[in-house]
């Protein structure tokens, strides 16, 4: 497994759970020596003690050496990170590296796979950068992977379908034996070509994206007009046509895939001569709904906030993730520094990441409730699952003023009013005690 991200140790720890015996490798020496003394660098539900187990076992161990793992394996997986490049495409930098390390280090026939995302046409070029350094066989396999974070081992040892681009059957053979353990749910192994199963990745995220740009639009809208949104989306989720997944509404998408994946594919039909005016939009709605808000704090606060205080809960771009790429706290928390504004922050998880992103720009405590100590608002940003129920009465008494901004919908409008609060929160009406 070349690359120890989220997609590499995840998918690392469960084929050890499954008995085969996995090597993970990554040029991060740091990484690789906390890993090898069981220190997991990221939050991921059940990963740590997976890895753990699989180590004991001696199933799975950790290396800087790629020449060491890839003569030990037969199969080799790519799953170093594809991020977007100056012009919006995929970066393929670590991925053709890793494609040449490969080659320069075989000593027999091997198998390859791309796991990362990489856009149509990288098998090829993997092939390619193997090839032009080796003459031993090599077959490219496409195996683009589905998994969540803050979900990660579950999606891998239950995926909703494998998609594996093969364009020889021995290699699709071994890649059907290795995943066969994890499709005993009677979900699909779907076969096809390399470069269908790279555009079923990009077209699978795009449409995920889409929809929750649809829904956020929606949400403005209802708001201008006076309807509820929650009721407005249950309406609408219970027709099977629709499905009432990725129906929320919020601050916008983040993390690390939709956004350069939206934008890699854009590239991609632009390349082609093509233009996915869809996609435009979804992003030109995302990064309007990132400042939504920002503008909700303006008509409620004034757009200078000097001497105020913003209490933030939620920092990560999705809740059981510690994971900030790309997330709406980023915009949000730059915004209110911009308009001269304290921001106290906590996150169950993000803590760390958060102190690397802002360093002292901002301030980070342990508990909720010390977030909103004197604030002049809260600002709920991920939907944690310790958010959900706190004593408001204690929030009220903390508060300066009892003004909440909630961009995930968590608390009722009606029970918010009672309770003395000012709430705004995405596609519903603002009440006020
Ligand atoms: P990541 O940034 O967390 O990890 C990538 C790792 O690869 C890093 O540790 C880096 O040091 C290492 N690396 C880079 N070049 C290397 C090389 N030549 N040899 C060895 N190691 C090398 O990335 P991630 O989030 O795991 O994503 C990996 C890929 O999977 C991306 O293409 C991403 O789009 C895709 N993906 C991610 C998710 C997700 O939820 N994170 C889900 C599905 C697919």
Known sequence: MIGTGYVGLVAGACFAETGNTVICVDVNAEKVEGLQRGVVPIYEPGLEETIRRNATA??????????????????????????????????????????????EAMNGSKIVVDKSTVPVGTAQLVSDAIRAVTSHPVSVVSNPEFLKEGNALEDFLKPDRVVIGADDSEARQVMEDLYAPFMRTGKPILCMDARSAEMTKYAANAFLATKISFMNEIANLCEAVGADVGRVREGMGTDVRIGAHFLFPGPGYGGSCFPKDVKALSKTASDAGATLRI??????????????????????????????????????????????????????????????????AHDPEAMKEARRVFGENIHLVESPYEACTGADALVILTEWNTYQRPNFETIHRLLKAPVIFDGRNIYNPERMKQAG???HSIGRRVVRP
Not at 68 to 73: G, K, L, M, N, P
Not at 79 to 93: I, K, R
Not at 297 to 326: C, H, S
Request: charged letters at 25%; glycine letters at 8%; zero cysteines.
């Open 58 to 103: 001696g199933r799975i161990r950790f290396t800087t050496d790629t020449k060491e793992a890839v003569q030990a394996s037969h199969v080799i997986f790519i799953a170093v990170g594809t991020p977007q490049g100056e012009d919006g495409s995929a970066d393929l930098t670590h991925v053709i590296s890793a494609a040449r390390q490969i080659g």
């Open 279 to 344: 996609l435009e939009a979804v992003q030109a709605v995302n990064d309007h709904q990132k400042r939504v808000i920002l503008q909700k704090v303006d008509q409620e606060l004034g757009n200078d906030l000097t001497g105020r205080t913003i209490a933030i809960w939620g920092l990560a771009f999705k809740p059981k993730t510690d994971d900030m790429r790309e997330a709406p706290s980023l915009t949000v928390i730059r915004g209110l520094l911009e308009r001269g504004a304290r921001v106290v």
């Open 421 to 423: 609060f000012v709430y």
